[in-house]
């Protein structure tokens, strides 16, 4: 489907085939030219195999009583949560199931159905990956998309030179332009989500972020010159990052402020938080649990 669904100009045959040839050397096997339901049936793949994963498109109407499978509606059955069919054993996603409204929701699914197949063939309870826990801010007021756009970049927009519709070495954007363009997001999302241990531990405890009702802490953003932000809203006051700028002695580091309930980590004297982090900014960044620290573009280390 992607050699002949996505034009080349937005998926380049040569990524392509370097995907497939990881696929392949991952010890997948094509087989090519096979109708299931014609050359094999699924009750021979379910013989050869210890799971099944149907990926085949939108149905014809006579597609599933050919894979023995339930269908009604044109889609075949199967859990929401573990994309498991009413044959044991046997997954199913994409528009198989329903129609998606992009491809990306179908690799979604391919995931989700990854992980329910990995627990079923370990003998674990099946599952699937389960809602990670989710909260949002709210809408901000004034001050606060003030702040948000005062880190925007100041750049002019950068547009590729001479694209053509067709092609595979259709010019686009340079490396420089393109790390420039992505400088551009402002990161209404958080840029650990992946790695928060906060979050994983409220889906771990089922907290619930609507117990407190509508309130939250407000928006602040401390950024500097550097390459690292602060958003005081996601600290929890773990004091790592105190005791890594204390430990590697830097003139300035970070340390707690105020008292009570008002106490936060701030930069000493009202300074830059450049100015504090001279020497582990990396490392607070890479230790900082919650995404309080972190650097101002996506990097591997965070």
Known sequence: ????????????????????????????????????????????????????????????????EQLGLSAPAGRLRADPATFQTEVQGVFAGGDAIGRRKSAVRSVAHGHGAAVAIDQYLTGRPLTGTGRPFTTRMGRLDEEELRRLVALASPEPRASPAG???????????????????????????????????????????????????????????????????????????????????????????LTFVGRGFDVRVAVPFGRELDQALQKVAAECVRACPTGALAFKMNRASQ
């Open 163 to 253: 694209r053509t519709l067709a092609g595979e070495d259709a010019p686009g954007l340079s490396d420089a332009q393109a790390h420039s363009e992505a400088a551009r997001c402002l990161h209404c999302d958080c840029r650990k989500a992946e790695s928060c241990k906060l979050r994983r531990y409220a889906a771990l405890y089922a907290a619930n972020p609507k117990r407190h009702g509508d309130q939250r802490r407000r928006l602040e953003l401390h950024a500097g010159r550097g390459q690292v932000i602060y958003e005081p809203g996601k600290c929890i006051d773990c004091g790592l990052c105190v005791q890594i700028t204390a430990r590697a002695g830097e003139a300035l580091g």
């Open 1 to 64: 489907m992607l050699r002949y669904g996505v034009e080349p100009r937005r998926l380049p045959r040569k990524v392509l085939e370097a995907e497939i040839d990881i696929i392949r050397q991952l010890g997948a096997e094509f087989r090519m030219r096979t109708l299931v339901g014609e050359h094999v049936s699924l009750e021979e793949l379910r013989t050869d195999f210890d799971a099944v994963f149907v990926a085949v498109g939108e149905l014809r109407a006579d597609d599933a």
